[in-house]
C-alpha cells in the first residue's frame, strides 16, 4: 500500500482480555518496528522484525507481549491478559532495511484499557 | 546509561521568525541522527537524517547541523508559519546496528502570527 495501515484505530477493551494490533507495512519494506507511546511520553521501543525474524525484542515489557510477522509483511502485536498500564497509543513503523533511511509510521491504535 | 534529551518547555515563536530546536544525547556515538514531526493524533513523520561525517543538512527550510563533539544536533526551521506547529522529536541508533531507533520525548513548537 502507499503507506503503513495500523487496525483497529481505536480499541477499548476490559482488563484482563486478549488484543491483537494488526500493522500492515510498506510493501518491499523488510524492515519493521513497533512503539508505543503512553500520553505525553515519548516512543518507546517495543521489537523490531527483519523478514520474519525479530532480532531485537528487547523492549516488549513483560511476557503477556507478542508479536509476530508472517509473509515479510504484516505484524500482529498481541497483549494478553491486558491491564491498565497497557494504555497507550501502538505505533507500527516500517523501512527498506534498517533505520538509516528514516522510518515511515502508521497512525496508531490507541488501546484503552478498563 | 544511554540518553537523549529534548527540550520538554513548549517553544513559542512568531510566523516569520526562525525555531531552533536543540536535541542533546550522552554516551553513545551515533552514526546518524534523525529529526521527527508529529501532529496530535498521527504517528511520527520523518523529516531529515543527518549523518556523523556532515556538518549541515538542509532541505526547504529545514537546516540541521551534527556536533559530534559536542553530542548535540540543532534543528532549524527558517521562516516559519502556523503549519509548522507540532512536535519534533529527535532520533538516533543507539545499538551500532542500524536495528532500532531511540526517540526523545520532542520538543512541541507554536508558531503564531
Known amino acids: 500500500g502507499a503507506g503503513v495501515s495500523q487496525s483497529p484505530s481505536n480499541k477499548v477493551t476490559e482488563k484482563g482480555k486478549d488484543v491483537e494490533l494488526r500493522c500492515d507495512p510498506i510493501?518491499?519494506?523488510?524492515?519493521l518496528y513497533w512503539y508505543r507511546q503512553s500520553l505525553g511520553q515519548g516512543l518507546e521501543f517495543l521489537i523490531y522484525?527483519?523478514?520474519?525474524?525479530?532480532?531485537?525484542k528487547s523492549g516488549l515489557p513483560s511476557d503477556r507481549f507478542s508479536a509476530e510477522r508472517t509473509g515479510g509483511s504484516v505484524s500482529t502485536l498481541t497483549i494478553q491478559r491486558t491491564q491498565q498500564e497497557d494504555s497507550a497509543v501502538y505505533l507500527c513503523?516500517?523501512?527498506?532495511?534498517?533505520?538509516?533511511?528514516?522510518?515511515?509510521f502508521g497512525s496508531g491504535t490507541r488501546l484503552t484499557v478498563v | 546509561s544511554q540518553k537523549i534529551e529534548q527540550n520538554s518547555e513548549a517553544l513559542n515563536i512568531q510566523e516569520g521568525k526562525t525555531a531552533t530546536l536543540t536535541c542533546n544525547y550522552t554516551?553513545?556515538?551515533?552514526?546518524?541522527l534523525q529529526w521527527y514531526r508529529q501532529d496530535p493524533g498521527r504517528g511520527p513523520v520523518f523529516l531529515l537524517l543527518?549523518?556523523?561525517?556532515?556538518k549541515e543538512k538542509r532541505k526547504e527550510r529545514l537546516k540541521v547541523t551534527f556536533d559530534t563533539t559536542l553530542k548535540q544536533s540543532l534543528f532549524h526551521i527558517t521562516a516559519s508559519q502556523p503549519a509548522d506547529s507540532a512536535t519534533y522529536l529527535c532520533?538516533?541508533?543507539?545499538?551500532?546496528?542500524?536495528?532500532?531507533?531511540?526517540f526523545g520525548t520532542g520538543t512541541r513548537l507554536q508558531v503564531t502570527l
Open positions: 543527518i549523518r556523523e561525517n556532515e
Open positions: 554516551n553513545y556515538s551515533p552514526a546518524y
Open positions: 532520533a538516533l541508533d543507539t545499538t551500532g546496528t542500524a536495528s532500532k531507533l531511540t
Open positions: 513503523a516500517s523501512s527498506p532495511f534498517g533505520g538509516a533511511d528514516g522510518y515511515t
Open positions: 510493501s518491499g519494506h523488510t524492515a
Open positions: 522484525f527483519q523478514g520474519n525474524s525479530a532480532p531485537d
